[in-house]
């Protein structure tokens, strides 16, 4: 009996988590969904369905909205589970405390900005004669830059003096490939992170809104800023 309310606790505790986060398992779900068709595919015809979706430059210049919304629903390699442990540990975390519209504000600047930047450089690289013309038509889907933008936002999640230590290892993280044999996409990483920390304004708004009506806040997904010496529960 006593298994039992234990199982029954943390069913409960799951699912509140989960609740409060609902845009996070929603994506999760696509993502999962999408997998499973991945793994139906033969290897020849994914990897051209995937590059009909990717956020290259021969992609972008044709249909630049429909691949940017496409290619964050695909993952490339067709592993899902670890996917379950990041985005429950980065970005229900960062939507529950900054809420549902904030948070994808969040992922959206990153995802965005980041593969524009990135493949604007790519494009000036192959120009250059820096990269070959076939770089133009590469596989590029994921969700690694919403992630990556979703990570540099949580700096503000952490009072000091944790904060400064995540941040030090953020930027070591993904600055480091920039320093051996650096790829568009470890620059798209990278500037990911830049973008997560741009977005302050937004952890202000959502402390503004916090002060006007605390109450109404609660503990929820709109939950504050980490008080100093570490993350809030």
Not at 1 to 21: E, F, H, I, P, Q
Not at 43 to 67: A, D, K, W
Not at 113 to 122: M, N, Y
């Amino acid at each position: 009996m006593k298994r039992l309310t234990g199982v029954s606790r943390v069913r409960r505790a799951v699912w509140a988590y989960v609740r409060r986060a609902p845009g996070t398992y929603v994506w999760l779900a696509v993502l999962f969904v999408t997998t499973v068709t991945l793994h139906h595919m033969s290897p020849e015809f994914e990897q051209e369905f995937l590059r009909q979706r990717s956020t290259n430059i021969h992609e972008l210049s044709r249909h630049p909205v429909r691949v940017l919304v496409a290619s964050a629903m695909w993952i490339d390699g067709g592993h899902w589970v670890p996917y379950v442990a990041l985005y429950s540990v980065f970005h229900a975390q960062a939507e529950r405390w900054l809420g549902t519209a904030r948070w994808l504000a969040v992922c959206a600047a990153a995802h965005v900005l980041a593969t524009l930047i990135s493949e604007g450089a790519l494009a000036l690289a192959i120009q250059d004669g820096l990269a070959p013309r076939s770089s133009a038509d590469t596989l590029d889907v994921g969700v690694s830059y919403a992630l990556a933008g979703v990570a540099g936002v949580l700096v503000y999640r952490i009072g000091p003096p944790w904060r400064y230590g995540y941040l030090a290892g953020l930027l070591v993280f993904f600055g480091a490939p920039l320093t051996a044999a650096p790829t568009f996409t470890d620059f798209g990483h990278f500037l990911s992170v830049l973008v997560g920390l741009a977005c302050h304004p937004l952890v202000r708004s959502r402390e503004r809104e916090r002060m006007r009506d605390p109450e109404g806040a609660g503990p929820g997904p709109g939950a504050g800023a980490a008080p100093p010496g570490g993350v809030r529960p």
